[in-house]
């Protein structure tokens, strides 16, 4: 009875786990139709839509104040609920056209830049958006001094000559000035109302919005779901969705369960890997852009045998570029060439690059007096995209011209700390930002950035400083463009990094979802022009 | 082992240790080396269990992770279990402040979110495998504690007991001699329902850094790392969760049956 | 009167226990390397952007002097700003700790109605069918990895059937009833909503299933060997020979005793399933404490970290307290 019993139970679990993974093999296509049972709210197909838009999100957004946040999430909540004085021009990757600036210029010396404001633009109290407001958003910004206020360290004064009119004054020449504020949603002054203990009233908009854009925000319940509706009577053309809704999802396998059922419309922050196979879902489009998303690998230039040019270059040369861009990424990226980015404002490829040439990597490891390799530590933190995949590729790569690499996965606040003091050996980085080569050239590498700063693998050559720095502070666009260029070769040659790719960006989204247009402003979707 | 279906697991574990120990014998795959062009392939004949995220063999990774990660999982439940049982043996027995103290103490302990526990053992003691197996053990010895403290409560006074004080034992004898073979059946259910909950605890704490790293194969790890994947490779996160399933299940009926032999009153019943 | 004056004795240990609690979790969570201010600030934040956060956030200070201020500021009643979201602590623990109380009662109460019953018969009839099956399967709550299994179940009740919501605790695009308590289905009952009940209680189902379930095969488990034991001993074998039907004996005079070493199970149990929750909270994004603590810990918000230990500390060492009361009564020899 007993052995026989036994054996019962062993094939009973035996059959489980069978039906199990069959049920998780299944294809998408063989489930019922969304909305026909349970507890989908889903219009069926074909009735009329609701005005309601449902955007899946990746993790519960912190302050959504824009003088304080760096938090890519809250961006894509509160980007709708401001305006900026410019943003990127929708379908160019680069080009700045006027949000609530009519027009720009700058003074011949590139230290003045004067926005004349467009009239009719209004908060949702009907206060006009005027030169005051835009004063006042820096300047609260710069005495609140956190998150993004370190990148407006150069503002020395802004000036108001009339309602139309501001002026911002800087300490030095600063080129692309402009690019910098389409980050920041200028804000309704009246939000002193709200002040607390001189937090300029950054405690209200942590939880609030106080904009001018076309979407105030209707709810928010922490770690579960974010809620905006258009705003009534706006001054402005009302947007095609009356309601979107952010659930907040944890688990991200989740997210994508819900988009492929149709209970989303659109989903944010599903990872690399699953991203692959939704390319061909039914009922579901991804929308695949070229991005400025930088996947690269910091090594640290004041460490033995990491110091030496040659052996930094090495492992440049045996870094195996297309099978991280093939099999990882599926060809959904550019490999890395250099740190002036693809797309960037005045890119054009680089005659030099480096390719897998497993024979000089040798070589260069030789000469620079390792011919049997040597070993160092790798680190990585689970919010690097696919860096352990990366790094596992690395690791086999590097392992062909004898040099070991120790892979260590860390969390991120210590990998941070430790990149910031220098105490690593070589580390995983993921850069986020626009498609200015001033990010990737200046801040990577200029030598006063050391640290988490910018320049993490503490990088200094003296002459690609002086480059950089005439970069940045040159007005003209194709002479700034050749100076980056001339920098990037310098650059190349002494390998402080290991630039691996460029991430695209992609947001995959159901089919019904129409007029959706590419904002290659990181972590930003346009709503108003979203229906289904 | 009188116990049929002890004999069965019994067989059964020793077949998962055999198979992780001589596990180059199973299979001619490296179970390091990766292979991009075969990442996440189904299962096949070439590949029974399918193959992971960079194309290695899942099943030789099972094979070889094994060793690991069953060494990992009877280290904690070894190292959690006689340090709670000691703690509760003494704690139950001689009562008064030092139970108090002690228990609340371990209140503490338990109540403490683990992760938090964790990234200070890290932080203070630096990332490594060994100190995973510690950040582990320290959160799952106290239930033992816990649990002995009650047997010895209820124990302590009983008839067995009395009548061996009567005779002048000393306390350490009464404790291991005629208490501790008591509370075995409660000690062995938890220790031997700890060891999954160890190795899967452990494979929590490797993305700040404490576990395996890898490349080395462990099932735990294996777990967490195609967690990404369950919902296109299923294959991957599911085998190593079968093995961990197989383990647990053959240390609780081996517990079963280890108790029967050991437990004096339940000698010759079943 | 002995018990009472024990359990005043208790809940007055509870004072210092939680200073204890919080020196600890303090002195824990400032030990794990990473700058708060550097979290807050961002990469390109200059030394003197740093220096007036940590200045504002009160972390130039001296760890003792920091710890003092803490502990001030909690005796009266102020658990602080997260740094985070930048709102009071308070706050984020009133919308989290309903939450997990709801999840971890559902699951305790689930966990307990399957575990007593299951063991007593896995016990009685030892190694029958029966036994194996209750056997393996209590074996699959504790070695199943819970989002293996949670999403196992949301493709299986959420994709295939469409029988369940694939999580949350409400759906997103409905108002929910008013929140009066934080308990959903309080508030729908409050409401007069059976429609927001109903959907409440079936985003419940899942998430109390997957955490009762791990928990169940412990508690099961622990039953069954429990009574085997007790059915051993020789008063029960007297009772037995006596001529005392089996019904009697085993829920007469085994079960009492049996109860004793499960009701340290359910206990710890319980407090485990407070602060343990993280994984399952996370499959089925139940907004709860454990959530709120792993994210806490993660981006050094110290502010949060300590609120959210504090309060499953207390909870544990309440619950403990009365698992430790219902010895007494179950067990007159002790104390």
């Known amino acids: 009875m007993s052995r026989f019993a036994k054996w019962g139970v062993w094939s009973l679990s035996a059959v489980l786990f069978a039906s199990v993974l069959s049920a998780c093999a299944q294809p998408k296509g063989s489930s019922t139709a969304p909305g026909a049972s349970g507890p989908s709210t889903q219009p069926t197909p074909g009735a009329a839509w609701d005005g309601t838009l449902t955007i899946g999100l990746p993790a519960n957004p912190t302050s959504l104040d824009p003088r304080v946040t760096l938090d890519g999430i809250a961006k894509t909540i509160y980007y709708n609920a401001y305006e900026y004085l410019v943003v990127v021009k929708p379908g160019t990757s680069a080009d700045l056209v006027g949000d609530l600036a009519d027009s720009f210029s700058a003074s011949a010396d590139g230290k003045q830049w004067t926005f004349k404001l467009k009239s009719g633009h209004k908060f949702w109290d009907g206060t006009p958006v005027d030169s005051g407001a835009v004063k006042f958003t820096f300047d609260s910004m710069l005495k609140i001094n956190q998150g993004p206020a370190s990148d407006f360290r150069t503002i020395k004064e802004i000036q108001t000559p009339d309602a139309q009119t501001v002026t911002f004054v800087l300490t030095e020449p600063f080129s692309i000035f402009p690019n910098l504020l389409t980050d920041i949603g200028i804000i309704n002054p009246k939000v002193m109302e709200k002040e607390k203990g001189g937090d300029y009233g950054s405690g209200y908009l942590a939880q609030n919005l106080m904009g001018s854009g076309p979407y105030r925000l209707a709810d928010w319940k922490p770690n579960q779901s974010v809620v905006l509706e258009a705003v009534p009577d706006y001054w402005g053309t009302q947007p095609k969705a009356k309601k979107v809704v952010f659930p907040i999802f944890t688990e991200l396998s989740n997210l994508r369960l819900q988009l492929e059922k149709g209970d989303l419309d659109i989903a944010w922050g599903i990872p690399t890997d699953q991203m692959m196979s939704m390319f061909n879902k039914p009922g579901i489009k991804v929308q695949d852009n070229v991005g400025f998303d930088f996947i690269y690998v910091y090594l640290n230039n004041l460490k033995k045998p990491l110091d030496s040019v040659k052996v930094r270059q090495a492992l440049s040369y045996a870094t195996d570029y297309d099978s991280i861009l093939n099999d990882l990424l599926q060809g959904h990226g550019k490999q890395l060439k250099g740190p002036y980015a693809f797309a960037a404002e005045g890119y054009k490829e680089p005659t030099f690059y480096y390719k897998r040439d497993l024979a000089k990597a040798k070589q260069l490891l030789a000469d620079a007096g390792y011919p049997n390799g040597f070993t160092f530590t790798l680190l990585y933190a689970s919010p690097t995209v696919g860096a352990a995949q990366a790094a596992q590729v690395l690791q086999a790569n590097f392992a062909e011209i004898g040099v070991k690499v120790q892979l260590q996965e860390i969390a991120e606040a210590t990998r941070r700390d430790r990149v910031d003091k220098g105490d690593f050996e070589a580390s995983m980085g993921q850069w986020v930002k626009t498609a200015q080569p001033y990010w990737t050239m200046n801040v990577w590498h200029d030598s006063s950035r050391f640290g988490l700063a910018g320049d993490r693998s503490f990088y200094k050559n003296p002459q690609v400083d002086d480059l950089l720095r005439k970069a940045v502070a040159e007005m003209d666009a194709t002479k700034r463009a050749d100076t980056y260029r001339q920098a990037q070769d310098l650059i190349m040659q002494d390998a402080p990094y290991i630039y691996l790719y460029q991430r695209n960006s992609m947001l995959p989204m159901r089919d019904s979802v129409k007029g959706y247009l590419y904002n290659p402003v990181p972590y930003r979707i346009n709503l108003p022009d979203l229906s289904k | 082992m009188r116990n049929p279906s002890g004999r069965w697991t019994l067989i059964l574990l020793v077949v998962i240790a055999v198979a992780t120990i001589a596990a180059p014998l199973f299979t001619h795959y490296d179970p390091i080396k990766i292979s991009m062009a075969q990442r996440l392939k189904a299962p096949s004949s070439a590949h029974w269990f399918g193959t992971d995220e960079v194309g290695r063999d899942v099943l030789t990774r099972v094979l070889y992770g094994g060793r690991l990660s069953l060494a990992m999982g009877l280290m904690v439940v070894i190292l959690a279990g006689s340090v709670g049982t000691v703690l509760g043996l003494f704690t139950g027995y001689y009562g008064g402040s030092l139970d108090e103290i002690l228990m609340r103490a371990l209140d503490i302990v338990m109540a403490f979110p683990p992760l938090v526990l964790a990234m200070a053992v890290s932080a203070m003691l630096g990332p490594s495998l060994q100190n995973a197996m510690l950040a582990t053990a320290i959160v799952q010895a106290p239930r033992f504690t816990r649990v002995v403290r009650s047997e010895v409560l209820l124990l302590r006074d009983a008839e067995f007991v009395q009548a061996a004080r009567a005779t002048g034992a000393s306390d350490l004898r009464l404790l291991f001699r005629y208490i501790l073979p008591n509370c075995f059946s409660s000690i062995l259910v938890l220790a031997t329902l700890s060891v999954g909950t160890a190795i899967l605890t452990a494979a929590s704490l490797s993305f700040i850094g404490l576990g395996a790293q890898q490349p080395t194969p462990e099932w735990g790890a294996m777990i967490a790392g195609g967690r990404t994947y369950l919902l296109d490779a299923p294959w991957y996160p599911t085998f190593p969760g079968v093995f961990i399933f197989a383990v647990v299940l053959s240390f609780n009926v081996l517990g079963d049956g280890l108790r029967d032999a050991l437990d004096p009153r339940l000698r010759g019943r079943g | ?335």
């Open chain 3, 1 to 335: 009167m002995k018990r009472l004056r024990y359990f005043a004795w208790r809940l007055l240990a509870l004072i210092p226990i939680l200073a204890g609690v919080t020196l600890v979790t303090f002195l824990i969570s400032h030990a794990i390397k990473g700058d708060p201010a550097r979290v807050l600030a961002g990469d390109m934040a200059d030394e003197a952007t740093l220096a007036s956060i940590r200045r504002q956030f009160n972390l130039d200070k001296p760890l003792p002097i920091q710890y003092l201020t803490y502990v001030s500021n909690l005796a009266h009643g102020n658990l602080g700003m997260s740094y985070q979201s930048r709102r009071p602590v308070a706050e984020s623990i009133r919308a989290a700790l309903p939450a997990t109380i709801e999840l971890a009662l559902t699951a305790t109460l689930f966990g307990t109605a399957v575990a007593i019953p299951l063991g007593i018969v896995a016990a009685v009839k030892r190694n029958s069918t029966v036994d194996h099956i209750i056997r393996v399967g209590s074996v699959g709550g504790v070695s199943l990895p819970v989002f293996w299994f949670g999403l196992v179940l949301l493709v299986l009740f959420y994709r295939q059937l469409g029988w369940l919501p694939a999580g949350g605790r409400y759906d997103p695009r409905l108002v929910p009833p008013a929140d009066h308590t934080g308990f959903l289905l309080l508030d729908s009952l409050l409401a007069g909503d059976p429609g927001a009940f109903w959907l409440g209680l079936k985003h419940l189902v899942l998430p109390a299933f997957v955490l009762g379930y791990g928990y169940m095969a412990l508690v099961a488990r622990m039953v069954r060997s429990s009574m085997l034991e007790v059915l051993s001993q020789d008063y029960i074998r007297t009772a037995r020979s006596k001529g005392l039907r089996d019904g009697r004996v085993v829920y007469g005079h085994a079960l009492r005793n049996a109860m004793i070493p499960t009701l340290t199970v359910v206990g710890m149990g319980v407090a485990n399933l407070l602060g343990g929750a993280v994984l399952t909270e996370s499959v089925f994004g139940w907004p709860g404490l454990g959530k709120l603590s792993v994210d806490a810990t993660l981006s050094l918000d110290y502010p949060v970290i300590m609120a959210v230990t504090l309060i499953i500390t207390t909870a544990y060492v309440l619950v403990n307290l009365v698992v430790d009361v219902l010895y007494g009564i179950l067990n007159p020899q002790v104390r």
